[in-house]
């Protein structure tokens, strides 16, 4: 049976292309912490005739008729968001995760209310404050920085700092923060100068939906997720909040921010949380925060530089200047060019430039998917310092890259059958390796 058939005969240059991309993603090690593989199902619903629907407003609430299924739909995605979180209400509208930053913010804060967040070029992100983001131009924006000694929170020192700038609104949640993140200690600083506590779990929802790091729930007044990364779920993004901020985070979506809902991404999103409610995802969860400690440790039997010296969660920073003597950009281009994706990274305190900085980000969603282990993690380690000390070298970049592909071919992608495009690679679901949660 011919794959993709409608592409082939309609635009078949897009379809070789989504079929290149496919095959990427199979012969390759991802390691960017915010990418994943959705399985099948999320991927038939991301796919579905939901996409020809306009549903704005909200269920029961609707502009337009015809939503007798739509409304059972993200009522049943709310429903299971609020059961997973332990929150009051939960809104599953958002695009994505700037877009729901910002409804957040348009609810509870006036512009120039005073914010503070983790400085972007430290593990921030850009809505959490950052000067070139609406975040900083829309609010006064106070960031606050890690320990230059030990490279993680320092709770006494934030503290300290809303108690002199006197905050409207702390985010806590991060993009590059390898460390377990004290909730509690954020509630205690916002509860005594009178701040609301906003938690950002886009890159660690899976992991607290697992049980492999605490819940800022229901302790935090506000939050908000993406729907992919850690949770293997479509490219969307939801709102959290207790009782009293319900009514004002939805008028900030719908009609502050956005129009009608991706009703497709809607579902993709209830059927990742049915996913996440499986025992076989605690074990997976599990087993992310096991690889990324494996592949630290490793690296540093390299002598590379760990930000924070390693991990607690899915997620990795390590230096290479002065480590291997090759900047971030330099160094996650040998990478890919050897078939292993990262993506290059500021380091705190760093001196270069976010185009070419000293580090690289990297993290073990995708390939726990894939159902590697322990011993695959400290092979990849082996590997992005045989790569990084060679870098410059294109005999060893094509050895590696052949190799990796060899050993990709017995890790099976969810969501994917090479039998449709790659004659060439092997039946995974024969021959491969995954845990419960990578069968789709």
């Known amino acids: 049976m011919t794959y993709l058939p409608a592409l082939k005969k309609t635009d078949p240059k897009m379809r070789d292309l989504i079929i290149a991309e496919e095959r990427r993603q199979w012969s390759k090690i991802r390691l960017i912490p915010s990418e994943n593989y959705a399985s099948s199902a999320v991927l038939e619903a991301s796919g579905s005739v939901l996409t020809n629907i306009y549903s704005e407003g909200y269920p029961g609430k609707r502009y337009y008729e015809g939503q007798q299924i739509t409304d059972q739909i993200e009522t049943l995605a709310i429903e ?103 909730w509690n200690r954020f509630r205690e600083i916002c509860d005594d100068v009178g701040a609301i506590f906003h938690a950002d779990i886009s890159h660690i929802t899976g992991l607290i939906l697992g049980g492999a790091h605490p819940s800022p729930f229901p302790m935090a007044d506000t939050g908000i997720t993406t729907s992919h990364k850690s949770l293997r779920g479509p490219r969307g993004a ?38 996440a409610s499986q025992p076989a995802f605690k074990e997976y969860a599990a087993q992310i925060v096991k690889n990324a400690k494996a592949l630290a440790d490793q690296l540093l039997k390299h002598n590379f530089r760990l930000i924070s010296g390693g991990t607690d969660n899915h997620l990795i920073l390590f230096e290479t200047f002065t480590s291997k003597g090759i900047l971030g950009r330099d160094a996650s281009r040998a990478l890919d060019r050897a078939g292993i994706v990262a993506n290059c990274n500021l380091v705190p305190f ?11 980000r990297i993290g073990t969603p995708s390939v726990t998917s894939r159902g590697m282990k322990e011993a695959e993690m400290r092979k990849i380690g082996d590997w992005i310092n045989e790569v990084l000390t060679h870098a410059q070298d294109e005999a060893v970049l094509d050895r590696t890259a052949g190799e990796i592909a060899e050993f990709c071919r017995s890790f099976a992608c969810p969501g994917m059958d090479p039998h449709n495009w790659a004659d060439d690679l092997p039946v995974a679901a024969q021959t491969g390796k995954q845990v419960a949660m990578s069968r789709s």
């Open 238 to 275: 939801m709102m959290l909040c207790k009782a009293q901020y319900a009514q004002a985070v939805d008028k900030a979506i719908m009609p502050g921010l956005q129009g009608g809902p991706h009703n497709q991404t809607t579902a993709a999103i209830a059927v990742a949380f049915k996913e």
């Open 80 to 182: 299971r968001a609020k059961a997973a979180f332990g929150v009051d209400h939960a809104n599953v509208q958002p695009y994505s995760g700037s877009p729901a930053n910002m409804a957040v913010y348009t609810a509870v804060l006036q512009p120039g209310d005073t914010i503070m967040g983790l400085a972007l070029p430290q593990g921030g992100h850009l809505t959490h404050g950052w000067k070139v983001n609406f975040s900083g131009r829309l609010y006064h924006s106070a960031p606050y920085e890690l320990d230059p000694r030990t490279e993680r929170l320092n709770y006494d020192q934030i503290w300290k700092q809303a108690k002199e700038v006197k905050p409207k609104l702390i985010v806590a949640g991060f993009t590059a923060y390898p460390r377990i993140i004290e």
């Open 350 to 360: 760093d001196t270069q430039t976010p185009m070419n900085p000293s580090g690289v």
